[in-house]
């Protein structure tokens, strides 16, 4: 039986209310951990403007989250916006590109990103969707090395191009770390990895959420397996991440990756930020130019970071 008319004004007001609990957690739990050399840091950024800083701030993880309700249930259809050929399309589409999402959400957390890096000269582009209520790490790692396998498979020679957000990061290390295909991969970035876990685990809704403690044994079972990677890797991180606390969950203590800071943008933000977008098309056409590895259409236009 439908809801009667009453109800539906209550209904819809509810992922509203969430979304407004979520992101004011978050952000008490941020300007809690911030310890004093960060908080000259956001000083400098700001212009000594803070206070509006962090209100920009909570306001854009409140629009951000609310585009990532909007657009959750995009990956069933995500091959209409990702539109990834069906065979190899050859090396002027550039090397497959398999986006790894992050806890809680799905494929279309890439939706802006695709779109940014089709405009680049990628055209040859996979999502993968795992379920953050079920799935343990291992079976997450397992998927990546999956698809990198089925990518392999199709488009022999070609190589392939990691990036991951948050937990999509985490195991694209881990898939490094220890998979045989590694060597398959030509480049790799991940955005706000939880590289040490995040001391807000604890409030996750499962077991794979609340395995991402600070320094906890998730994190000791993958630094127990690095090694510096064979290929190049990017780890970007958001001096505004208010979801890896303390800021050093961020910090990546393996050898051989790149760190790198974007601007100052919420957690999720970074995969609606388009200068985001930009250092990592950035960093893929400095890696693959260097491996000598085809870009993708020539006359192509990266975004402007900005």
């Known amino acids: 039986m439908p809801p009667a008319p009453a109800l539906l004004p209550l209904l819809a007001a509810l992922p509203c209310l969430g979304v407004l609990v979520f992101c004011s957690a978050t952000w008490w739990r941020f300007w809690r951990a911030v310890d004093p050399a960060h908080r000259q840091r956001l000083h400098q950024l700001s212009l000594g403007r803070v206070p509006s800083l962090g209100a920009a701030a909570f306001a854009s993880s409140l629009l951000v989250q609310a585009a990532a309700v909007a657009l959750y249930p995009a990956f069933l259809a995500r091959g209409l916006w990702l539109r990834p050929p069906q065979a190899d399309p050859g090396p002027q589409a550039g090397p497959p590109v398999l986006f790894v999402h992050g806890y809680m959400h799905t494929a279309s957390a890439w939706l802006p990103f695709s779109a940014w890096f089709r405009a680049a000269g990628y055209r040859d582009l996979h999502a993968l969707t795992y379920h953050s209520l079920r799935d343990d790490f291992p079976a997450i790692v397992a998927r990546v090395e999956a698809e990198v396998r089925r990518l392999d498979a199709a488009r022999p020679g070609r190589g392939v191009v990691l990036v991951g957000h948050s937990l999509g990061g985490l195991a694209i290390r881990q898939f490094l770390n220890t998979s045989p295909l590694a060597g398959r991969v030509l480049a790799a970035a991940t955005l706000g990895a939880p590289h040490q876990g995040s001391a807000l685990a604890g409030l996750a809704m499962s077991p794979l959420g609340r395995s991402?403690?600070?320094?906890?044994?998730?994190?000791?079972?993958?630094?127990?397996?690095?090694?510096?990677?064979?290929?190049?890797?990017?780890?970007?991180?958001?001096?505004?991440?208010?979801?890896?606390?303390?800021?050093?969950?961020?910090?990546?203590?393996?050898?051989?990756?790149?760190?790198?800071?974007?601007?100052?943008?919420?957690?999720l933000g970074m995969v609606f930020h388009r200068p985001t977008a930009a250092m990592v098309l950035d960093f893929l056409d400095e890696s693959l130019r260097a491996r000598g590895a085809p870009r993708g259409d020539a006359g192509a236009q990266a975004p402007r970071r900005r």
């Open 212 to 267: 991402l403690g600070f320094r906890g044994p998730l994190v000791r079972t993958v630094e127990a397996a690095d090694r510096p990677p064979r290929v190049p890797c990017l780890s970007l991180s958001s001096p505004m991440d208010n979801i890896v606390l303390p800021r050093e969950g961020l910090r990546i203590l393996a050898p051989g990756w790149r760190e790198a800071e974007t601007a100052p943008v919420c957690h």
